[in-house]
């Protein structure tokens, strides 16, 4: 529930579909892999959701670890990167989405997310 969740997390939501929404056109428009783009995408999309709206922790570490093995990858293949010819927007990219994601670790989005209440599992009437 977004209403009693701090400035920083609906920020960070925000941020996140800004940039996936800038990331789906980039893949029309210039990487055309609009298939495989998309999928990532809705994956990432889900994660921020789980982060912002279901108050789950793991799924922040989660895309702060996908976010740290692109930027590795994006290192790694800089000059593949300016063969292509558009390295200010990969870097924008990277500047863009480190900046979301530190809104999702800020002391305020740490203390929501530890706080989230225990939902308690659901219970088939077999189980009974």
Known sequence: MMADAPPDIRRFETAQIVLMVLALIYSFTINHEPLID????????????????????WA????????????????WNWRLILAAGHPV????????????????????STAWLRTAPNVPSVRFPSEA
């Open 89 to 108: 927007i990969v870097a924008a990219s990277v500047v863009l989405r480190g900046a979301a994601l530190v809104l999702a670790f800020t002391p305020q």
């Open 60 to 75: 922040r570490w989660l895309l702060l670890a996908i976010y740290v093995s692109g930027v590795l990858v994006e290192i």
């Open 38 to 57: 998309t999928f990532v995408i809705c994956l990432f999309i889900g994660l921020t959701f789980l982060v912002s709206r279901g108050r789950k922790n």
